[in-house]
């Protein structure tokens, strides 16, 4: 039974006020709030248990070991991973996939040889293959978007040649909210024996994934998002890829033997795994994933997807609103009543689309002229509403999108259509000022 009313009991903080306004907290994207279990299960790991793990003969350390290796087994279980030595830990995904970069690179990768990844990447997906491709002289590939804020999949196959050596692609946009083909995309890939790394930084906290299912070679995400703690996260890898990696960073924990004159490392998960682990932070984690597999990540998925759908029908009625993806729900006079400065987004949120996830981007026209996210966003917060401005560390989306930037709204598994709209009425507010 999902019941909203008992999930919000177990987050505190959604029942605080912001400028004398209940929260409504619709940054979901940034990160999740954290249930009482988790935080709980921190506090009770650092008062009951607290000592480093692995190594130790003691009796704390061999239960704060047990802790953190049977996490290890819980992650493996939520994503279905093979085997729990594929589950390596990092401080998130832009560490999992930074690790990747490095260690894939130093393997694998030659000069002229090439990566794909695609035009909705954050960040963290782009930047570590840039910074790989300079150091070895390779180049990076884009897979184009369609005017549908969905990946051009011709043109995705026509990048592929004998140069490609991986292909690195977001489960979820964080800024379109457009869940990709990432079971087609992996196919196509291997098609010519090339691997895949899947970003699923915002499709684990929505819904069910299964690594064996998509078949990818590589999946990164992070705790924070999935209502754990900061500061963990985690690189699946297919153990005969890992198996082929050299270590990413020297020290304690990834070495079987070390002298000086030879060192030889550790057996997976651990050759990617120097130094103190954030033990508390996996242990939690687990707890976290307990939670969300406790209320069903499909039942989660239905929930945010009706509410970013009643959401969407909402937002479509404010006079002005220019929605980026979640075509299908757009309006049909939308590209007449975009000004010249918004001409080329008009397009994007057209057509019928792609399915889409619970991230709505949007701006919205006054007197002919966007309302600046920012001054939306801050206004929005004066009223109590959470919501991201900017360009949400996808720069290269908003250059194809045309615009320096948008409004997010981004949904968890405890939102509620109350807060759906407040939010709408908070833009209409805004809107009424200027
Ligand atoms: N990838 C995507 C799609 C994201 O949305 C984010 C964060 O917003 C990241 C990667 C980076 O995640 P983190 O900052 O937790 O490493």
């Not at 840039?130 to 990048?159: E, F, S």
């Not at 291997?190 to 699923?200: K, M, R």
């Not at 990540?297 to 009706?306: S, T």
């Not at 759908?309 to 002005?320: C, K, N, T």
Request: glycine share 8%; charged share 15%.
């Amino acid at each position: 039974m999902y019941s909203l009313q008992d999930i919000r009991k177990d987050f505190p903080i959604l029942s605080r006020k912001v400028y004398n306004h209940p929260l409504v907290y619709l940054d979901n994207g940034a990160t999740t709030q954290k249930p009482k279990q988790v935080v709980e299960a921190m506090v009770d790991e650092y008062y009951n248990v607290n000592a480093n793990v692995h190594r130790g003969v003691h009796f704390l350390s061999q239960q704060a070991t047990e802790l953190h290796e049977s996490s290890r087994e819980a992650v493996r279980a939520f994503i279905n991973a093979r085997s729990s030595s594929e589950i390596l830990f990092t401080r998130g995904t832009t560490e999992s996939i930074n690790l990747l970069a490095f260690t894939f690179g130093e393997a694998f990768i030659h000069a002229d040889d090439e990566i794909i990844v695609s035009t909705m990447e954050h960040h963290s997906n782009i930047v570590p293959w840039q910074m790989m491709c300079q150091r070895k002289g390779a180049i990076l590939r884009v897979i184009p978007m369609t005017n549908l804020g969905t990946l051009d999949l011709d043109a995705y196959q026509q990048l592929f040649s004998d140069k490609t050596k991986l292909v690195c692609c977001t489960h979820v946009s964080n800024v379109l909210g457009t869940i990709n083909p990432v079971g087609q995309i992996v196919r196509i890939a291997h098609q010519h024996n090339v691997p895949v790394l899947i970003d699923g930084a915002q499709s684990v906290p929505h819904m069910p994934v299964d690594v064996q299912a998509l078949d990818c070679d590589f999946f990164a995400f992070s705790g924070h998002k999935v209502y754990g703690p900061t500061g963990v996260g985690v690189l699946y890898g297919k153990e005969n890829w890992l198996d082929r990696l050299p270590p990413y960073q020297g020290g304690g924990e990834m070495i079987q033997n070390v002298s000086f004159e030879k060192t030889t490392y550790n057996t997976l998960p651990y050759k990617f795994e120097a130094g103190t682990p954030d033990y508390v932070a996996t242990h939690a984690l687990a707890i976290a994933l307990d939670y969300v597999s406790a209320l069903g990540m499909e039942q989660i998925f239905q929930h945010e997807q009706q509410l970013t759908r009643y959401a969407l029908d909402q937002l479509q009625q404010i006079e002005g609103m220019t929605i980026f993806g979640h075509a299908s729900h757009s309006t049909s006079d939308l590209a007449a009543s975009m000004p010249s400065q918004g001409s080329t987004s008009a397009a994007f949120g057209h057509e019928t689309l792609c399915s889409s996830d619970a991230v709505i981007s949007f701006l919205v026209q006054k007197d002919g002229h966007y309302i600046h996210p920012l001054d939306l966003g801050t206004l929005l917060d004066r009223l109590g509403i959470a919501v991201r401005t900017g360009h949400h560390c996808a720069e290269p989306l908003m250059n194809r999108l045309g615009i320096p930037g948008t409004v997010r709204a981004s949904f968890g598994l405890y939102n509620t259509v109350d807060e759906v709209d407040a939010l709408v009425d908070g833009i209409r507010r805004v809107i009424q000022m200027f």
